[in-house]
């Protein structure tokens, strides 16, 4: 039978690992990370450790020592983004620690310590039984944390709903398009010298209208819940954000997509953000912030593109999922498909013609917390894809319609371009009005069968795309909301009212 001692020297750097990943996990509660990419990437960190503690115990035919050096090891590579930041964050150590510096050092430390451990005879198991209680305190803590937010009440925002909903057979198929970041033609024109009427006019000839909507908030994860979720977020409760936050990747959850099951529909969920199976979690995009936490970003920071691991990730679903939008014209079915396209939004993973375009880095390019305004270049590279994206989004509507006009598919975008002009912040408490213009403006088009009702121009902005479709097509008395749009800072959650 194993000894206690030695079980917990074997444990010590499995649950440091585990530690790890579970504090960027309890730290990012609100981005519902789906279990299979925190237990893959458990598993990774676990096989790691596993291969450079069989070396250790080589080197050191001592299971004590080959415990005490990799815990060493893990700690100082599984922290090293976290201290990174830190420091750079104060002015005069800014120069000082550099990946250029830090990492020589950290090596000449590894080898000391090994040629320390080897000559060296100590007692390691009182120290060994330290770190094994301090890293179990703390991962008790952040499950403690993660169980306390998930036990958090939800309410579906629909139980208050007291609606009739009628099934009917002929009631036409539904086709939800959200394509990130896409710009009115205006905005394309003026802000990117890029004209995109031949786009437009495609989209008329097939018999969807134009509608001149605005988004009611400058970011995707308030953007896009408080559209299918047809609620506003400053006026909602605790418990009612909590849930529409969770419907940013569950839309079957949400307003709409429960809705379109009370109504008989097939509801469909095709994401670009989607990891779908137990290899792709591996490239998940928890597994990508995971690496900037460790030494592996000095690799990410070099010209060495292991983010690309992450872009191919992001084009091959895109086209798959314009597959799948192609497969569920075909079901004999009556089906409510919600599509969400993260291109033509950087990065930019698409040429014109659709071969890879892989220079572009994921991480910082125009994510919504940087403020440089867009360069020349990543202007051509954004208008490159778009137009990647209006060729594919075209081709997959004319396959729809081919099947059926009974069909109502809405196409618009989540919220405008963000940085443009280098700055989205308020100015003297106001938003001046062409970053008002940029921020807000969105690709709007919807076709609906003939039977519906004329009663489009009470839209004005996402919100109401759905209430209006409902009362329109489906005789279903949904009031709109009111349109109001909201700017907030990156990562803070005070809805500034536009006026």
Not at 83 to 103: A, E, K, S, T, W
Request: proline fraction near 4%; aromatic fraction near 14%.
């Amino acid at each position: 039978m194993m000894k206690i001692s030695n079980l917990i020297y074997i444990l010590n750097p499995i649950i440091l690992g585990i530690f790890f990943v579970l504090l960027l996990f309890s730290s990012n509660l609100g981005e519902i990370i789906i279990p299979l990419e925190l237990f893959s990437l458990i598993l990774i960190v676990t096989l790691f450790e596993a291969i450079i503690f069989i070396i250790l115990f080589i080197i050191f035919s001592d299971l004590p020592k080959s415990s005490i050096l990799l815990t060493i090891i893990m700690f100082i590579f599984l922290s090293y983004g976290y201290f990174y930041d830190l420091f750079n964050q104060i002015d005069f150590l800014g120069d000082i620690f550099r990946h250029r510096y830090l990492v020589p050092l950290i090596l000449l430390f590894y080898v000391f310590l090994l040629f320390y451990l080897r000559r060296k005879d100590r007692d390691l198991n009182g120290l060994s039984r330290i770190i094994f209680l301090s890293i179990t305190c703390l991962i008790l803590i952040n499950i403690f944390q993660i169980i306390s937010f998930n036990q958090k009440t939800s309410s579906t925002l629909t139980e208050n709903l007291n609606i009739e909903y009628k099934k009917s057979e002929n009631s036409p198929d539904v086709f939800h398009l959200v394509l990130d970041m896409y710009p009115t033609n205006e905005i394309l024109e003026s802000r990117f010298n890029f004209n995109n009427d031949k786009f437009s006019e495609e989209l008329n000839l097939l018999g969807f209208r134009n509608e001149d909507l605005k988004a009611n908030y400058i970011r995707t994860m308030y953007s896009l819940p408080s559209t299918f979720n047809m609620s506003h977020f400053y006026n909602s409760s605790p418990d009612e954000i909590i849930y529409m936050k969770e419907t940013l990747k569950k839309f079957h959850k949400s307003v709409e997509g429960q809705i379109a099951k009370k109504l008989g529909y097939r509801v469909n969920e095709i994401s670009t953000n989607d990891v779908s199976g137990f290899h792709s979690s591996f490239l998940g995009d928890f597994s990508r912030v995971f690496v900037r936490t460790n030494l592996l970003r000095v690799i990410d920071d070099s010209p060495i593109p292991l983010h690309n691991l992450w872009i191919n990730k992001n084009q091959k679903y895109f086209l798959e999922n314009i597959e799948k939008l192609n497969d569920i014209s075909n079901d004999p079915n009556k089906t409510w498909t919600y599509f969400y396209s993260r291109p033509p939004h950087p990065p930019f993973i698409f040429n014109e013609n659709g071969s890879k375009n892989l220079n572009a880095n994921p991480y910082n390019t125009f994510s919504e917390d940087l403020s440089d305004s867009w360069t020349i270049e990543e202007k051509v590279n954004f208008i490159n894809q778009l137009k990647y994206v209006n060729k594919k989004i075209i081709e997959v509507i004319r396959q729809i319609l081919s099947n059926s006009n009974n069909v109502i598919i809405i196409i618009h975008s989540d919220h405008g371009i963000n940085n443009m002009s280098g700055t989205d912040n308020l100015i003297n408490g106001k938003l001046p009005k062409d970053i008002y213009e940029e921020l807000f403006s969105t690709i709007s088009y919807i076709y609906v069968p003939n039977f519906c009702t004329k009663e489009i121009d009470s839209i004005n902005t996402n919100i109401n795309i759905i209430p209006t479709l409902l009362r329109t097509c489906f005789d279903i008395n949904f009031k709109n909301k009111e349109n109001l749009q909201f700017w907030n800072a990156s990562n803070q959650e005070e809805f500034i009212l536009i006026e």
